[in-house]
């Protein structure tokens, strides 16, 4: 009963969030969707003993790209309207029609013998909690070598975008 | 219903009380302060020594009328104060106030940790939902559809999250002392003594309890600056400096919205205070005078020094703000990014190479 109510609510407000991102107008109102979306998947994390990619859920995407989006936002101007007219010829039939298929393929899923309805979730202990010691150990050891190439990796990328942004500041103050 | 979940009540409501009535004496404590700084009087006419004039002002507060502008975003408008509040109430959950206690209730014995959840991830928590309060100061900027609250706003969320990276990275050398990130498991490795292995230094230290401080002021230094850039106090108070943006991000606000900002800022401050004297001033360890004192009153103990603790902080955020100037924002971005972001970078490397070394030699032996 808990464990169903623990995934109902926050899977309704996941798609709550994801419905508020598509159609509201204002772009801070989409961000906060999305927001509302990344936040509501960490309780789902949370609910599946991965407390750690809750909370690094919660403190990265939650917490720093979406400030950042929310930021770029507001710098950018928040007061332009979207150009509402189609910008690919006949977009609407083409989105209807691909929803439908989707639905089909859905619904035949759910028809299909191969489905169980079991949505009644059973206590299960959990032997293996996502605790930061199991994932340091696995991550700093087994996984050592793709971590560390894309810290690098990481590392280039930042250096990349500092270089570009230099180059431009000094051709303005030249100019 | 379980018991457990009556516990889990008891202590959500514990907590709630604790923090609204702390508020109100944080306020007058902070006024009181800084007008003793100032050679100023303060209040002094609502009950002895004005200790009932914040509950004068929260009634009025209550009372005022609410202005909403016309061209504010409603919803957003009316969500801002409480994103600001609920993430401060949730902080202090996690922070020990005692070590665990043997309760009975019906002939069961109930072991009751004096914590709100012990989470084996207390640190992403705290600095996950400090990460979350940030949006409650650019959504009221940003909603109440004016000019001065947009540029508190825009203020605010760039010092937060600068100040936010250096409060992490300065986190991450106590963690490797403690080798934990549960706060109760960070309390419990700062008790005893300090111990050395130079024979001379052996007798003098062995007084000094054994706090993060001693081995970690470096990172105590740049949390304690960044923790109170991330309240947006003063010297930091950009956000609102009243001679540039009127109040800065709450401009628009009035009556009771307003004052859950102020709510929220000073449960922020006092949370910040707790949750350094926890990873630092070893929380509610102390003596607890076991067989001089009854015993109710030395169970009590550690919440009495894991108080005193958090006030001797406060009592430093209060004399900062009475003291120092405000700085300049380039000079609070310089301070962020290009001061205490390399430092707490080098001291995680040199700590890391010192518990490096106490754990595995030197490399050549």
């Known amino acids: 009963m808990v464990e169903a109510l623990l995934f109902f609510a926050p899977a309704s407000l996941i798609i709550i969030g994801a419905l508020i991102v598509i159609f509201a107008r204002n772009p801070v109102h989409n961000a906060m969707g999305l927001v509302l979306t990344l936040v509501s998947l960490a ?32 710098m950018i101007g928040v007061d332009k309207k979207e150009q509402s007219t189609d910008s690919i010829k006949g977009q609407t039939f083409l989105v209807i029609g691909v929803f439908l298929i989707l639905i089909s393929l859905l619904a035949y899923v759910a028809v299909s013998s191969e489905f169980k309805w079991d949505l009644w979730f059973p206590p299960v202990e959990y032997d293996l909690e996502g605790t930061p010691q199991l994932i340091a150990g696995v991550l700093f050891t087994e996984w050592i070598f793709p971590f560390e190439i894309i810290s690098i990796l990481l590392i280039v990328a930042t250096a990349a975008a500092i270089a570009l942004a230099y180059d431009t500041k000094k051709k303005n103050s030249n100019a | 219903m379980s018991t457990e979940l009556i516990i889990a009540l008891i202590k959500s409501n514990i907590v709630l ?21 100032q050679s100023r009087v303060g209040p002094d006419r609502a009950g002895p020594f004005g200790i009932l004039q914040t509950v004068a002002d929260a009634i009025k507060l209550l009372l005022k009328e609410q202005i909403m502008p016309l061209k504010a975003d409603r919803a957003m408008y009316l969500l801002a104060p409480i994103i600001a509040l609920v993430p401060s109430f949730l902080i202090f959950m996690i922070i020990p106030l005692g070590p665990d206690l043997n309760i009975e209730i019906g002939g069961k014995n109930y072991m ?14 705290f600095l996950a939902l400090s990460s979350i309060a940030v949006y409650s100061v650019v959504l009221a900027g940003w909603s109440s559809g004016s000019k001065y609250p947009l540029l508190g706003g825009v ?17 991450v050398p106590v963690i490797l002392y403690s080798g934990s990130l549960s706060l109760v498991d960070i309390v419990s490795s700062q ?42 106090r003063a010297p930091f108070d950009l956000v609102e400096a009243e001679q540039e943006l009127v109040g800065g991000f709450h401009t628009e606000y009035s009556g009771f919205r307003f ?13 910040m205070c707790a949750i350094t004297a926890t990873f ?18 030395s169970a009590i103990m550690p919440i009495i020094w894991l108080g005193v603790k958090t006030f001797a902080l406060l009592f430093i955020f209060v004399w900062i703000r009475a003291t120092l100037p405000r700085l300049r924002y380039d000079q609070l971005m310089e301070l962020g990014w290009k001061r205490l972001i390399p430092a707490s970078l080098v001291w995680l490397i040199l700590s890391a190479i010192v518990l490096g070394l106490r754990e595995f030699g030197l490399p050549w032996s």
């Open chain 1, 43 to 74: 309780i789902i994390y949370i609910t599946l003993n991965a407390t750690f990619v809750a909370m690094v859920q919660m403190l990265v995407y939650a917490g720093a790209v979406m400030t950042l989006f929310l930021f770029v936002i507001m």
């Open chain 2, 17 to 37: 009380a604790v923090l609204l009535t702390n508020t109100i004496l944080l306020i007058w404590l902070e006024r009181k302060l800084v007008a003793g700084m």
């Open chain 2, 112 to 125: 009751v940790d004096f914590v709100g959840a012990d989470l084996n991830v207390g640190v992403l928590y």
């Open chain 2, 155 to 171: 203020r605010a969320s760039a010092q937060m999250i600068s100040y936010e990276a250096a409060m992490g990275l300065s986190l």
């Open chain 2, 191 to 232: 008790s005893g003594n300090l111990s050395t292995t130079v024979p001379i230094l052996s007798s003098i230290v062995s007084f000094i309890p054994n706090w993060n401080i001693f081995p970690q002021f470096i990172a105590f230094g740049i949390f304690f600056i960044a923790a109170v850039a991330e309240v947006n």
């Open chain 2, 259 to 271: 004052a859950m900002f102020f709510l929220a800022e000073y449960i922020n401050m006092f949370n």
């Open chain 2, 280 to 297: 630092f001033l070893g929380g509610w360890l102390g003596p607890t005078f076991d067989g001089f004192l009854p015993p109710i009153l």
